[in-house]
Structure formats: structure tokens, C-alpha cells
């Protein structure tokens, strides 16, 4: 068992510095007098697995801005391969970071994917595809992600209504984005619009009161 010759006092938990002065523990700890789950082995994999990651995409970097100026063409490709490198980056690192709330990720995602559209865009001379399809799509395809995510772990309203609300607002915007003339192509537009009402209908009438309290929570009501 490990003592603390300062503060007199035994740890039962396994622990490297005593939790009262935090000096330095003497004796051997037990398994059995272990409270919670070890974590810093799964830690360890993930900050492995960023690092090799993080070191795999800077070499793609590297080698791809070698690759154009050793054999130059008209078109500088690597700043576009660069750009995409950085963008696999960013989703992957915030999808292993965020990865304890996978609703909240979920959304995280989508916002960096409707983000990186607009980037996309500008980036290959703006013709407002990121608008008219890119962001009306990653907003539909968060709704199935959502309700799997509900459905697999079984979650009760009060987890993942303000979720749904958020992305049904996302949706409706849309619409005013059409409205205002902001995008040309209506079809995507108006069908990610179209579901995000039906979703946010469906919330209210056959989960108002957990709707509402929802909103009165987020609006300190």
C-alpha cells in the first residue's frame, strides 16, 4: 500500500504524487485499491495514432510540393493537394477528440464539412456550388447519422433534442439563403428545407414537452 510521509495518511488508489500535497508516494500500490478504469493505455493509442497521422499528412505535404516543383506544370496542384490534407486533418482530429459525445461530433462535422465547402469554393473560383448543393447535402445527411446514433445507444429525448433543433435550423436557413437569392439551384435548397420543418414538426407535436423545456433551458426562460 503507498504512504504519504507528510500528510501521514495511506492511498488506496494507485496514484503517483499524494492527492493531499502532492509529493511523492512511498510503497508499492495495489490492483485491488484501484477506483477507476485505467485510461492512460487508450490515451496513449490515440496520441500514437495522432502522431503518426499528423507525420503521415505532412509528408504528403512535403512530397507533394517536391513532386510540382520537380516537374512543373501549368496547374500548381500541390497547394490544392496541401489544402486537402489540411482539411482531412482538421475532421479527423475533431472526430477523435469529440469523440465522448458523438452527437456533439456529429455536428462539429458538419460545420467544418459546410465550412470547407465555402473554402472549396473560393479556393477553385467561386461558382456557389457550396451553397446551392455542398451545404444542403452534409445538412441532410446529419439527420440518418443523428437517429443512429439515437437508435444504437439508445438515448432518451433530453440528449439529443437540442441536436435536432440545431440542425433543423441549419436546414431552414437554407431556405432563406434561397429566398434572399442567394442560391440559384432550389432542389437541394428546398429539399433539405422541406425536411427540416417536417423533422422539427415532428419534434414538437410528438415530443413538445420535451421540446420546450429544451428551449427554455438554451434560452434561460
Request: net charge positive; glycine share 6%; charged share 15%.
Amino acid at each position: 500500500m503507498q504512504y504519504c510521509e507528510r500528510c501521514k495518511v495511506q492511498v488506496l488508489c494507485p496514484s503517483n504524487r499524494c492527492p493531499l500535497c502532492q509529493g511523492k508516494l512511498e510503497g508499492k500500490p495495489e490492483k485491488e485499491g484501484q477506483l477507476f478504469p485505467d485510461m492512460t493505455r487508450e490515451k496513449s493509442v490515440i496520441t500514437l495514432f495522432m502522431r503518426i497521422f499528423t507525420f503521415s499528412c505532412i509528408a504528403v505535404v512535403v512530397l507533394s510540393f517536391a513532386i510540382n516543383l520537380m516537374i512543373p506544370v501549368r496547374v500548381f496542384w500541390a497547394g490544392f493537394s496541401s489544402a486537402a490534407v489540411v482539411c482531412v486533418w482538421v475532421l479527423t482530429a475533431v472526430a477523435i477528440y469529440k469523440r465522448k459525445n458523438l452527437l456533439k461530433n456529429t455536428l462539429w462535422e458538419m460545420v467544418l464539412l459546410c465550412g470547407i465547402c465555402v473554402l472549396w469554393d473560393f479556393l477553385t473560383g467561386y461558382r456557389g456550388w457550396s451553397l446551392e448543393y455542398g451545404i444542403p447535402i452534409t445538412i441532410l445527411l446529419v439527420f440518418p447519422v443523428l437517429t443512429m446514433i439515437v437508435k444504437i445507444l439508445h438515448l432518451p429525448s433530453v440528449y439529443y433534442m437540442i441536436y435536432y433543433i440545431m440542425t433543423c435550423l441549419a436546414g431552414i436557413l437554407q431556405m432563406i439563403f434561397w429566398v434572399t437569392g442567394l442560391v440559384q439551384m432550389k432542389i437541394p435548397v428546398i429539399l433539405c428545407g422541406t425536411v427540416s420543418i417536417l423533422i422539427l414538426a415532428g419534434l414538437i407535436i410528438f415530443q413538445g414537452r420535451s421540446f420546450w423545456e429544451e428551449i427554455r433551458k438554451k434560452t434561460y426562460m
